[in-house]
């Protein structure tokens, strides 16, 4: 069962900057019981409690009453007399001694004896100033249990690692806090470290239906990692009230609450990130990486669209070469933070104008290009990767040429007829050449030939100017070593006194 009351009393803020939490940069806290942020990604594991392996008891390895583990969370320090005990939501422990459970079924309570908060005087409380949500004063080496089986200085605490946090982003760890009831209300005393030592906080007693404390901490993590750690001493107090924690979250910054004011402590940072060099006529998306901001202004001179009011822009369309500025101004109600970057976006030149020519089946693109990509009819044509290609069937060509800056240029050609050859004489021979295309020799084959009569073989590249030519005795099938041509398509012709013939062959 779960139960929230959707109470707000009263909100309490602090700049917590002392040296032992330089990284913490406010801290807040509510008279409610409900969640400050909903929905949120929780970094943290089982952050209600739930699912220990008894329905109650100590989860202190050190204590004597020790049955059972809270997963994902681990008690350390205590002694054999630590009662610090999970409860479920009968929520009673020791026969009389309440309090509301806010998440889930379970909470834990932080059961630890007495301790001394300021002296060696158990009731001596003198020292605890109340600035507003925290608390400052306390002497070193408190406080301080006298019983070492109830740990010492070192107190009780529950605590958990989590992983994969961004160094220099702002994190907020957000947590329900109450105390045991037993019929007084003197407000307990506790500590968390987020990292960078104790911040000491308050808690009330809450019993069934009573409104306990909302905090929430934020903190710049400094590691990947950072443990998130609640310790007790112990009563402050013959009739002080001991810890109950429930419903832990740990979220970015970008999941608190916007109800939730910007912490005036903490400093704005503009920053970004995108693909910023690109091709003329694409767009590019940009990634915000600001920090403690709640709106944001941007401007893409030369870009289309030039202005944004979007906290990570997308199609940002950039049509013609040349080097273009970015500015962010990054804000919350009390300040600002501008960035500009200048020659940040990278437009690449245009590539090469591109363009088809045909010469018989052959379709010959503009030579110059890193790669090419033939498609017939829209699509694809695999394999066809060549600056020419030689049309195996009629229909619309085109091709997409690609530069060395990966930019893309294309051209096309309608209504190829294909099997057109060169023309010929009225009295033409009828050649096949194969393999075609062709390594290094071709057969070339005419059962027409008139054995013994001299033929001329002559080989054209694409602008027909001769490459390759020879006299040769006619005959049936004539091989032609053609490995010393560059790669590309050619025109091959065979005459003679009596007739001629042309076809085309590509090598290889």
């Not at 008891?57 to 020790?66: A, D, H, K, N, R």
């Amino acid at each position: 069962m779960k139960k929230i009351l959707l109470v707000f009393i009263l909100q309490f803020s602090i700049f917590y900057l002392q040296s032992t939490s330089a990284q913490v940069v406010c801290i807040f806290c509510y008279d409610q019981n409900d969640s400050i942020s909903h929905g949120v990604n929780n970094l943290l594991l089982n952050g209600g409690f739930e699912a220990p392996s008894c329905t109650s008891g100590s989860f202190c390895p050190l204590s004597t009453y020790y049955m059972c583990d809270i997963p994902n969370w681990t008690c350390t320090g205590g002694g054999t007399s630590t009662y610090a005990q999970v409860f479920d939501v009968a929520g009673a422990w020791y026969g009389s001694f309440l309090s509301e459970i806010i998440e889930g079924t379970y909470a834990v309570y932080m059961g630890n004896f007495y301790c001394d908060a300021c002296s060696p005087n158990m009731s001596d409380t003198s020292c605890l100033i109340n600035v507003d949500c925290t608390v400052t004063g306390i002497p070193a080496g408190y406080p301080f249990n006298p019983d070492p089986t109830y740990g010492g200085s070192t107190g009780v605490s529950i605590e958990q690692t989590v992983n994969g946090l961004m160094p220099g982003n702002t994190y907020v760890l957000e947590f329900w806090a109450g105390g045991e009831y037993d019929g007084v209300t003197p407000l307990g005393l506790f500590a968390v470290d987020v990292g960078f030592g104790y911040t000491f906080l308050r808690d009330k007693a809450t019993n069934i239906g009573d409104i306990g404390t909302r905090y929430i901490i934020e903190f710049n993590a400094v590691s990947t990692s950072h443990t998130i750690k609640f310790t007790n001493w112990g009563h402050i107090g013959n009739s002080a009230t001991e810890l109950v924690l429930d419903d832990v979250k740990l979220y970015t910054l970008a999941d608190l609450d916007t109800s939730v004011a910007p912490c005036v402590g903490a400093n704005i940072n503009a920053l970004f990130n995108a693909p910023h060099h690109i091709c003329p006529g694409t767009c590019t998306n940009f990634t915000n990486l600001s920090t403690n901001a709640t709106s944001y202004q941007w401007a893409f001179p030369g870009a289309t669209p030039s202005v944004s009011t979007d906290a990570d822009p997308t199609n940002i369309c950039y049509n013609t070469p040349g080097n273009y500025a970015v500015t962010l101004i990054a804000s919350n109600t009390t300040q600002s933070d501008t960035l500009t970057l200048n020659n940040y976006i990278n437009v690449y030149p245009y590539p090469p104008p591109q363009g088809i020519a045909q010469s018989g089946d052959t379709l010959i693109a503009n030579q110059g290009a890193v790669s090419y990509q033939w498609y017939h009819g829209g699509n694809l044509i695999p394999g066809a990767t060549d600056y020419f290609y030689v049309a195996t069937e009629g229909g619309d060509y085109n091709v997409v040429a690609t530069d060395a800056n990966n930019c893309e240029v294309e051209a096309a050609i309608f209504d190829v007829v294909a099997g057109i050859g060169a023309a010929v004489s009225s009295g033409s021979m009828q050649l096949k050449i194969y393999p075609n295309p062709v390594a290094d020799k071709c057969t070339i084959h005419n059962s027409q030939f008139t054995m013994g009569a001299a033929v001329t073989i002559t080989v054209f590249n694409i602008l027909g100017v001769v490459v390759q030519s020879e006299l040769r005795n006619k005959k049936a099938e004539m091989s032609v070593d053609v490995s010393s041509l560059p790669s590309g398509a050619y025109w091959l012709e065979v005459s003679s006194d009596e007739k001629i013939g042309r076809t085309t062959f590509v090598k290889q």
